[in-house]
Nanobody
């Protein structure tokens, strides 16, 4: 089992950048596919990006791949989401998720463990 704690959220102006972090507990962090999702008010949770065990493979939502970058640091048990050129539409709670399965997936059902989320607000 793994516990996830997100950090790095906050208020940022349009066009700004922000890096989110997700710290994981446990010794087997490198055995999990890690992902980021987000959920805006009144909307369903949507996939943002996922990264494979070693960090060498990634998967992005098509609409976000230009502005977002996911990475991981296995010795630090941490996964990151770098977000650039932020827009008000990026305002959401951002969640970190982990899956012990090999396949990276864009569905919430594909992930077994979730963090509590961190709020990101982009002002216009």
């Amino acid at each position: 089992q793994v516990q996830l704690v997100e950090s790095g959220g906050g208020l940022v102006q349009t066009g700004g950048s922000l890096r989110l972090s997700c710290a994981a507990s446990g010794r087997t962090f490198s055995s999990y596919v890690m992902a980021w999702f987000r959920q805006a008010p009144g909307k369903e949770r949507e996939f943002v990006a996922a990264v494979g065990f070693s960090g060498s493979t990634t998967l992005y939502a098509d609409s976000l791949k230009v502005r977002f970058a996911i990475s991981r640091d296995n010795p630090k048990n941490t996964v990151y989401l770098q977000r650039n050129s932020l827009k008000p539409a990026d305002t959401a709670v951002y969640y970190c998720a982990a899956s012990p399965r090999t396949l990276k997936t864009e569905t919430t059902q594909g992930y077994d463990y979730w963090g509590q989320g961190t709020q990101v607000t982009v002002s216009s």
